[in-house]
């Protein structure tokens, strides 16, 4: 008993101290995957880069995990610890990230396509760090929480990388603030200091490394092995499970990334908030409107992870009454500022991420107790079909927004039943084999439709593709600055008597109201203001979002038919996914 208490990790502040310390990688790194989502008007505007571009960007982040870099991680994480795996991964993610921010700042060049191939390099680093260092934080977690409250810990962990996402999408606009190499700086700065917080944490790792050893407890080895991998990909389940896998991330994730873009186009949502939008706090909007999704955040934990830590049913009641209370009280004070977030493209996007902070635990549990979980993931990918469905083939908000929370509730719903059934099917001793295996396909879906996606849509929208370029091409060789309304306006109309694709577009705008318009806002200095204004007004036409939203649709198609395959299969094998937990169908 003696040697136990000597552990760091059995005193609860430590614990929780180091689960802070390794979130930061969490938060960083799923704020960097997803925070150019809300910049892609910006980029257009200010960078010229066309949708299949933008799509190419994010799509190529996941290319060394197509090809075996999860694996790799992981068997470096077996061989060199925790510590040496996050310091070697998290060092290649910031890396990749610093290059990223460089590039978009112009430093190693200023023609596009030196930003773009250098951005993309920085990209592929950072996407080869970004999966290895999620596994290492839940590692982490098990090697600091086992015995402990290990479930409340990974949820919070994972809450924190979904928290990252929302604010990634929600502010990316805000701190860009029409330049979008100030939005990669800020989102590279948070990977380094969330480097900086591992290599303090791995000073404790040491420490309780040399204490462990004096207790004798080992790490648990889930080695990568190839013989493990042949026997996997012929048990009919875990193929079923991994191909779900593939095909339902592959219509949530990339869509995620394009769900501002999609609202803004499609359902005419703001691009930027208009001022009465913003929240302040100690003067600053991006800390006060940042400050919004904390809070949720913590209302979210508190509601769906924390109650199930009270044991006495009493507490729990009075616990959750306060919660409920404080939270009604923090709705009312931004009651009028939230329906201005609900009319813009970044913020009511990020609510996709951020709700599953709290649905995740709350269906986690369900799945616990109740089992179902095959059922659960053809729920879930019935939901999805509908919110693809709702999202392109019409054109209401109201449907939007249902569709919205469909995917909201199914992206909380599936990964809450898949993932423990993964448990079920395979041995504890092939986990990591699976998991790897099953991360390293799900990269070649989020490749494809992360860069099939933008290909889609420069495909379905030639002629507004080049207006777009044209018309922001003719507004980057002014100088804002220096020229009149006028000198815009016999601009726009030069490039309309062009040639080209872009004529057509370019020929339908009305120059007087341009104009006036622009006169009436304070003549905007900048590319991006001068654009949002034109594409406010109706003068550049939307994006037609309808056939590249039909593409998920049929993964969705897919997730369902093998939703139910799998059910068929467990039917058969009997691993027992739709009983809860720690029951199989022997017990019955
Ligand atoms: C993209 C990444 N490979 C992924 O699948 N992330 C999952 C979390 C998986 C956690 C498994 N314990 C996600 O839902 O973000």
């Given at each position: ?14 614990r929780w101290l180091m689960l802070l310390l390794i979130s930061g990688?969490?938060f ?128 919070l962990n994972?809450?924190l ?36 917080m591992?290599?303090?944490y ?387």
């Open positions: 008993m003696d040697t136990i208490k000597k552990s760091l990790r059995h005193t609860p502040a430590m990688l969490t960083g790194t799923y704020w960097f995957q997803d925070f150019f989502g809300g910049l892609k008007t910006i980029m257009e505007n200010d960078m010229g880069f066309t949708s299949e571009e933008f799509g190419r960007l994010i799509g190529l982040t996941t290319i060394a995990n197509m090809f075996g870099m999860i694996i790799v991680g992981g068997i470096i994480l077996d061989k060199w610890g925790v510590r040496m795996a996050g310091i070697v991964f998290g060092g290649i993610a910031t890396l990749g990230a610093s290059i990223t921010a460089l590039a978009s700042a112009g430093f190693f060049g200023e023609d596009h396509s030196t930003m773009l191939n250098m951005m993309i390099l920085g990209r592929i680093l950072f996407g080869s760090g970004l999966e290895v260092v999620c596994v290492v934080a839940t590692r982490t977690a098990v090697k600091w929480f086992k015995g402990y409250e290990l479930a409340l810990a990974m949820a994972m809450g990388g979904r928290l990252g996402s929302a604010m990634g999408i929600a502010l990316a606009p805000d701190i860009a603030n029409g330049s979008v190499p100030s939005a990669v700086t800020f989102a590279a700065t948070l990977i380094g200091i969330a480097l900086i591992f290599l303090i791995s000073v404790f790792d040491i420490k309780l490394d040399r204490q462990e050893k004096v207790e004798g407890a080992e790490e648990d080895g889930e080695d990568f092995k190839f013989s493990d991998l042949v026997k996997l990909i012929t048990n009919k389940s875990f193929l079923f499970i991994a191909l779900l896998c593939v095909a339902f991330y592959s219509a949530v994730f990339p869509f995620i990334q394009y769900a501002p873009d999609i609202l803004i186009n499609k359902f005419e949502f703001s691009i930027l908030l208009p001022e009465n939008g913003n929240i302040e706090l100690f003067g600053s909007t991006s800390l006060g409107n940042a400050s919004v999704f904390v809070a949720l955040y913590i209302f979210a934990i508190a509601f769906a992870a924390i109650p199930k830590q009270i044991k006495n049913i009493n507490t729990r009641r009075v616990y959750m009454a306060v919660i409920a209370l404080l939270f009604a009280g923090f709705l009312a004070s931004i009651w009028d500022v939230m329906g201005i977030w609900l009319q813009n493209g970044s913020k009511t996007a990020a609510l996709i991420p951020l709700g599953t902070i709290i649905f995740t635990p709350i269906f986690g549990s369900y799945v616990d107790s109740k089992g179902k979980a095959a059922s659960l993931m053809i729920l879930g990918a019935l939901l999805l079909i509908f919110a693809h469905v709702s999202m392109s083939l019409f054109n209401y908000d109201w449907l939007a927004y249902l569709g919205l929370i469909s995917l909201g509730i199914a992206f909380s719903l599936v990964p809450a039943a898949m993932w423990p059934s993964v448990a079920k099917i395979v041995a504890e001793n092939r986990l990591g084999t699976a998991y790897a295996s099953m991360f390293t396909i799900q990269n070649w879906g989020l490749g494809l439709f992360f860069w099939g996606i933008g290909a889609m849509v420069d495909w379905f929208n030639p002629k507004i593709v080049a207006a777009k370029q044209a018309i922001a091409d003719q507004l980057h060789a002014f100088n804002l600055k220096d020229n009149t309304i006028t000198t815009i306006r016999n601009g726009l109309q030069d490039i309309g008597l062009a040639s080209g694709q872009e004529r057509e577009v370019i020929q339908e705008m009305r120059f007087d109201e341009i104009s006036t318009q622009l006169a009436a806002n304070n003549s905007p200095e900048k590319v991006d203001e001068v654009m949002n204004y034109l594409s406010s007004l109706g003068e550049i036409p939307a994006y037609d979002y309808t056939y590249p939203i039909l593409a998920l649709v049929g993964l969705g198609v897919i997730s369902i038919y093998l939703a139910f395959q799998l059910k068929k299969a467990d039917a058969k094998q009997r691993y027992g996914l739709e009983l809860p937990s720690g029951q199989t169908p022997d017990d019955e």
